[in-house]
């Protein structure tokens, strides 16, 4: 089983639609969750930040996380064709000597004008 | 603007050669950063965390006598991949970590072709 799974996708949404981003961790003793965008052929930049069960909303974006279920997905309202992009989930959780972080594959999004 | 500056972002070099990736932290002085690579159409695998002042910390199945990392100094970690193959050819990106919140900011990127 891998540590961080995601659906590869691709998820295609239409223009101005909610796009659900999903996400499912291993590690019960994971700690902290992070939701990444990657274009392509750049590096990943941080979107959203999560360390508590509930919501947690930023702009057009919302995170959710369920520890008891093991899962965490990102929610993105009124999807822009800029929102185009791989998205990783990310997991912080202990590790020798400290914590690691763990990505999932991601999930490609197309967002269609 | 950006935190963390990566060079260069693109390289090409010949087999058997060695080529080295600079990153630095501009916005904290960072005694571990981090050290990705990313094959096409795959996820970000950790390489190796930097340690300022010692060894790095190879992840498993990484050569570390391939992928020398060095951190001398609190905003510099270099990664030089030594006699490189085409196999080498990936996406490399480094980051460091923001304190007390676990967020990772990452570099530009070096994508490394070898001929």
């Known amino acids: 089983q891998k540590e961080v799974e995601q659906n590869s996708g691709p998820l295609s949404v239409p223009e101005g639609a909610i796009a659900s981003l999903n996400c499912t961790y291993s590690d019960r003793g994971s700690q902290s969750f992070f939701w990444y965008r990657q274009y392509s052929g750049k590096s990943p930049e941080l979107i959203m930040s999560i360390y508590s069960n509930g919501d947690k909303e930023d702009g057009r974006f919302t995170a959710q996380l369920n520890k008891a279920s093991q899962y965490v997905s990102l929610l993105i309202r009124d999807s822009q064709p800029s929102d185009s992009a791989t998205y990783l989930c990310?997991?912080?959780?202990?590790?020798?000597?400290?914590?690691?972080?763990?990505f999932g594959a991601g999930t490609r999004l197309f967002v269609k004008a | 603007g950006a935190v963390v500056s990566q060079h260069p972002s693109w390289v090409i070099c010949k087999s058997g050669t060695s080529v080295k990736i600079e990153c630095r932290s501009l916005?904290?002085?960072?005694?571990?950063m981090f050290w990705y690579r990313q094959f096409p159409k795959q996820s970000l695998m950790l390489m190796a965390t930097?340690?300022?002042?010692?060894?790095?910390?190879?992840e498993q199945g990484v050569e570390k006598d391939k992928f020398l990392i060095n951190h001398a100094s609190l905003t510099l970690s270099t990664l030089t991949v030594t006699s490189a193959h085409p196999e080498d050819s990936s996406f490399y990106i480094c980051?460091?970590?923001?304190?007390?919140?676990?967020?990772?900011?990452f570099g530009e990127g070096s994508r490394l072709t070898v001929l």
């Open positions: 980051s460091h970590r923001k304190p007390n919140t676990g967020e990772l900011f």
């Open positions: 930097s340690n300022e002042g010692s060894k790095a910390t190879y």
């Open positions: 990310a997991v912080n959780g202990p590790h020798t000597g400290g914590f690691k972080t763990i």
């Open positions: 916005d904290f002085q960072a005694t571990t």
